[in-house]
């Protein structure tokens, strides 16, 4: 048992405690947490689990944040964890929200640009024609470190918003901010 507070300071150290696989089953006890401070800690600024959780709980680690409201940007090893499942997740939690007609944290984009593809690239595109301004710049980021070749085709369509995120020198970290 423990407090909140002991609960962070526990989900905190996480990367100094010896045997790291030893605590998995802690770690993945925290992502499960419905608090969002204690969430946070083994989510956010920690790299436990980047290093030792598998690639399911990792996938569904980001999909909470997404889903409690957390930002994507404090975690670590985000970009290096990417996978196309969780591409695919992402895609399918975006199709969810809007068809609830709520609004999509353009963040997702980051961890499915890599893997984009067929309807993930339509999604993309879809953003850059009728999303806010981040999640236009956020589309264009995606759409950047794509492999498919269609990316560089959308790219080349909506060069206008294409070129003015190069010249503001947009990037993951200050999309959110683009006007």
Known sequence: TADVDELVAFYRG????????????????GLRSNMKVVFEAVAHGNPYPA?????????????????????????????????????RMLGDYAHERWAASRTVNPELWRCVGPFATGRLLADLERMIQSGTPPER???????????????????ERHAAIRDIVAARSVDWNSALQFN
Do not use: C
């Open 14 to 29: 996480l990367p100094l405690y010896p045997g790291p696989p030893r605590h998995r089953l802690r770690a993945a006890e």
């Open 51 to 87: 290093e030792e959780l598998p690639e399911d709980a990792w996938n569904q680690m980001v999909l909470k944040a997404l889903f409690v409201g957390s930002a994507l940007h404090p975690i670590v090893g985000l970009d290096r964890r990417a996978n196309a499942t969780l591409a």
């Open 137 to 155: 710049a956020a589309a264009v980021l995606a759409l950047q470190s794509a492999s498919d070749p269609e990316a560089a085709r959308l790219l």
